[in-house]
């Protein structure tokens, strides 16, 4: 499906960008490939910059035509992040999807994930899926949650293409899945970060106690609170604690 129509850029500002950009011409199609060995200033989630050394990780945009109602969107976002599982699974490394778009090793954060979509009304006819995973860096800044690689966690120099290749692999065969309308709830709960697990987060500028039972149909995390009850959160007002 990644085969047809690959953009391979030396810098550029952002990958995403870069496609989005391309998104009224005839090649803005499912399956095109934008990766860059530098961005100059790259879009990372809630107008965050993604920093990320010249020639070391992955970074890479893909267009799918996922033909959904914007509603579902948290779906794309949960097959993306079961990819990157894969690849990291595959590589004997037992990751996990700190919702929505984070994905951590160890409590440290190896891959991020960004999506923009293009619509007709409240139907998305495009997504652009932005992926930045760490693979060969060995110097991060201190972020929180810190950051890590391939090379930090097992100690050897892997190959971004290889790399690349596989999660365009395991990507293909989730999306095959998921437009035969395959559900993959199962697989994901497993891979969420601190389900089931009393943790602290911080909202509204309270600090509280919960436990993550899931994501709701429209994508809200569901955290249930010391009464018991059922909260539903956005990314935007939630903040993991840990
Ligand atoms: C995050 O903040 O965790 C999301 C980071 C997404 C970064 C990737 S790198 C390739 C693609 N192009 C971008 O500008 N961003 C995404």
């Not at 293909?172 to 199962?186: C, M, P, S, V, W």
């Not at 995390?221 to 956005?234: G, N, V």
């Amino acid at each position: 499906m990644f085969t047809i129509n690959h953009i391979k850029l030396e810098t550029i500002n952002s990958t995403n960008d870069y496609a989005l950009s391309l998104k009224d011409s005839i090649i803005f199609r499912e399956g095109l490939v934008v990766t860059a060995k530098f961005q100059s200033g790259g879009n990372g989630q809630r107008g965050k910059v993604w920093e990320s050394s010249e020639n070391e990780n992955l970074l890479l945009s893909v267009v799918i035509e996922p033909e959904i109602e914007l509603t579902e969107q948290s779906l794309i976002s949960k097959i993306v992040a079961l990819s990157v599982c894969d690849v990291l699974k595959n590589l004997g490394i037992d990751a996990k999807i700190k919702w929505p778009n984070d994905i951590l090793v160890a409590n440290q954060k190896i891959a991020g994930i960004l999506i923009q979509n293009k619509l007709k009304g409240n139907y998305i006819t495009h997504s652009v899926i932005g992926l930045g995973f760490n693979v060969n860096q060995g110097v991060f800044k201190a972020y929180s949650p810190g950051a890590t690689s391939l090379r930090l966690l097992l100690n050897k120099e892997y190959d971004v293409l290889q790399i690349q290749e596989q999660f365009l692999s395991f990507l293909t065969a989730r999306l095959k899945r998921f437009k035969k309308g395959e559900n993959q709830d199962i697989e994901y709960l497993k891979s969420l970060f601190l389900i089931d697990k009393p943790a602290a987060f911080e909202s509204k500028n309270k600090q509280f106690m919960g436990i993550i039972k899931g994501v709701s149909e429209i994508g809200k995390l569901l955290i249930q609170l010391e009464d018991d009850s059922i909260a539903e959160f956005e990314s935007q007002q939630l903040k993991y604690l840990f």
